[in-house]
């Protein structure tokens, strides 16, 4: 487990599992969070006990039904008794109340405003990247300017390969986002996207300026990660952030 590196408030509070620790067998070995991916139930319930007390949170995390969609829900507006709520992002201005995302290759993005009264996690694969998850979670904010964003555990640069239709789909939201891809030797229509520099662009976009984490790369760094697009069946690590 280690929290994210930025300047936020000291009363913002933060905690990003890795694999390590934690009861899951091959292929989940270690601390999977992940409650979909057909591991034992027990193993999953006590793994997430075991984060959230090496994390000291103040309650369970509010786990969300992500379905790389764009929805953000306002937690202390959310009935969750009935079981998780279909969305890929959250937030809250209540004190010890925990926004959660799972990832295993898409992006994490923790929220905070500069006053420490709001905290927000979003979960951004591609596909909700390009659709706006980031700028739905920054909606929920009185002033997106005033807000700082912190870029968890993804796919790395160097190891994220997609198809024409991933590049032409953001160039068609922003041009910009052309300097985020690099042809693939030698393969025809295929492109190295770099997940990181993207919601950067979106972020900066939004009026978001400060930005960080970043540098990651689930992929490569198999001892620490887990990652969906090298093991297929595997676990899930969560990114979660609260107000003390």
């Known amino acids: 487990m280690f929290h994210a590196d930025w300047p936020a408030p000291s009363h913002v509070q933060t905690a990003v599992s890795t694999r390590a620790g934690g009861v899951s067998l091959p292929p989940y070995d270690g601390l999977n969070l992940g409650s979909h991916v057909n591991d034992m139930h027990e193993a999953v319930l006590l793994n997430r006990q075991l984060f959230r007390q090496g994390a000291k949170m103040p309650a369970e995390p509010c786990w969300l039904n992500q379905v790389h969609g764009t929805d953000c829900v306002v937690l202390e507006q959310t009935d969750f008794s009935v079981g998780p709520f279909a969305a890929d992002a959250s937030t809250t201005k209540i004190k010890g ?18 006053a420490g009264t ?76 770099d997940l990181y520099q993207l919601a950067a662009l979106r972020l900066n976009a939004s009026g978001v300026s400060g930005v960080y984490g970043g540098g990651f790369c689930t992929y490569s760094d198999k001892e620490r990660f887990y990652s969906y697009r090298r093991d297929g069946q595997t676990g899930r690590m969560a990114s979660c952030i609260w107000l003390d």
């Not at 990832?103 to 994490?108: E, I, K, V, Y």
């Not at 390009?130 to 997106?144: I, K, N, S, Y």
């Not at 700082?148 to 790395?156: C, D, E, F, K, T």
């Not at 024409?164 to 229509?189: C, G, M, S």
Request: proline content about 5%.
């Open 97 to 114: 109340v925990v926004s959660v995302v799972l990832t295993a290759d898409c992006l994490p993005v923790l929220f905070c405003d500069a």
């Open 118 to 193: 709001q905290v927000a996690a979003a979960h951004a694969g591609w596909r909700g990247l390009v659709d706006g998850v980031l700028e739905q979670t920054l909606a929920q904010f009185a002033d997106p300017r005033t807000v700082m964003a912190w870029l968890g555990p993804a796919i790395g640069p160097t190891a994220f390969e997609v198809g024409n239709e991933v590049r032409l789909a953001f160039i068609q939201k922003d041009a910009k986002a052309a300097a985020a891809f690099i042809a693939v030797p030698d393969k025809t229509d295929k492109w190295l996207a």
